[in-house]
């Protein structure tokens, strides 16, 4: 099946210079890390927070970013001047003519898989950005090849909209004085990406989220609710997705809940441990979404449930994460103890 390809919208392009500023600001002693990227904040807050060049060597390295090819003329006008102009409308300007490429399956095997789609696009987009990818594989270390080939490397993973690196790390790898000194080996770092150690890893999340950013409730939730009192969903089997109005605390609510039977991990984890392991995941993941959850599990089945379908979303997309690690669920688990 063909790429998909639309134009991006202004909100997206706004997400992936939050998604760039959080990974790479760290690493750069010339940005600010604790700067937040708004759409209101000034042309100049932005370059600073990211430690961006001005205006004319800006814009060309934006064309090639975004694979456009708009004049200098059209880049000052949102540019310049820089302490007025806002972040904003640079977004809607390149959202005016840049577009998302959406991956589609390929066949392999006999059997159509998008993973295999995901990261054939990915590899000829970064050759196209000069990177050499003849011996990429699915295998390859991804830290190893972000280290290599910094900024395209990161612009394609980013231009996809998703967000499935948690944090960007330096460590040396080459240990000793010699290679402590020797700044000409680009070997010399990795780059540590958490969860994401190898191409496969890097495909397989991104497969994950990005069926989670198209999955979508009804349009006529509203109406099935008032009919049946409740929907269901089992796109994300094991887990299976209920909708219904509650009362909760005296106070009317609709419930957003993700349910799944413990799966056998080899470990004997119920469903409240399942429960306990999911917040300890959370609090190192993504700490704001703690207490917008709440549980009603037991020992057969997990239970989580929000009244706030954003969040439940963002839940929904953590849950189907951690279910794919398995590794990580009984270090988890050894925390419990």
Known sequence: MPNKRRK?????????????????????????????????????????????????????????????????????AVLEPARWKKLWDVCC??????????????????????S?????????????????VSRLRPSSKFGL??????????????????????????TRRK???????NIFDPDRYELSTGDVVTFRDLVGKMVRMSAI??????????????????????????????VEAIEYQGK??????????PPDTGAEIDGDDWEAIFYLYLQETEPALVNGIRGDSESETCVL?????????????RLVELLAKPEEVKRLRGRLD
């Open 93 to 114: 300007l390149i959202a005016r003519h840049a577009t998302l490429e959406i991956p589609g399956p390929v066949k392999l095997l006999g059997r159509e898989c998008l």
């Open 145 to 170: 090849y972000l280290a290599r080939h910094y900024a395209p490397v990161l612009e394609e993973v980013t231009l996809t909209g998703l967000d499935p690196i948690d944090r960007i790390v330096q």
């Open 305 to 317: 449930w929000t009244s706030d379908a954003d969040v439940f979303r963002k839940m929904l997309a």
């Open 252 to 261: 009317d609510l609709i419930s957003y809940q993700a349910e799944f039977a």
């Open 8 to 76: 991006y919208t202004a909100a997206e392009i706004l997400s992936i210079f939050r998604i760039q500023h959080r990974l790479a600001a760290p690493l750069d002693p010339e940005a600010d890390p604790t700067a937040v990227i708004r759409a209101d904040m000034s042309v100049r807050e932005w370059r600073w927070a990211m430690d961006l060049l001005p205006w004319r060597k800006l814009y060309p390295y934006l064309n090639a970013e975004f694979r456009i090819d708009l004049p200098a003329t059209e880049w000052k």
């Open 213 to 242: 950013q198209n999955w979508a409730l009804p349009a006529d939730l509203e109406s099935i609710l008032e009919m049946e009192g409740y929907w269901e969903d089992d796109t994300f089997a094991p887990i299976r997705i209920t």
């Open 175 to 181: 240990k000793g004085f010699w290679h402590a000194i």
């Open 116 to 132: 295999a789609g995901t990261f054939r696009t990915l590899k000829r987009n970064l050759q196209v950005k000069g990177v050499d």
